[in-house]
């Protein structure tokens, strides 16, 4: 399990907010035979667009207060935490 969500990690590198939201809701995700997990995250984007909506405003607010990497930390960890 983890080396599918490592690589969903690699295929989200390039969209932090993208990223950011699969570490809060990786644990609703179900698993697919027809699909990569990747592919799964895509299709809860494309289901939950408000979700992302709000992961994109926290961004925003958030990084006038720290930077990226503490922002990524901080999600991660909370995601961790839950």
Known sequence: MNERLDE????LADDPEALALFELVKHRLRLSERASFTEVF???????PAEL???YR???TVMEEETQEEYEARVAWSAVAS
């Open 42 to 48: 895509r299709q809860y984007m494309h289901d939950h």
């Open 8 to 11: 969903v990690r690699r295929d």
């Open 53 to 55: 909506a709000d992961v």
């Open 58 to 60: 926290e961004w925003e």
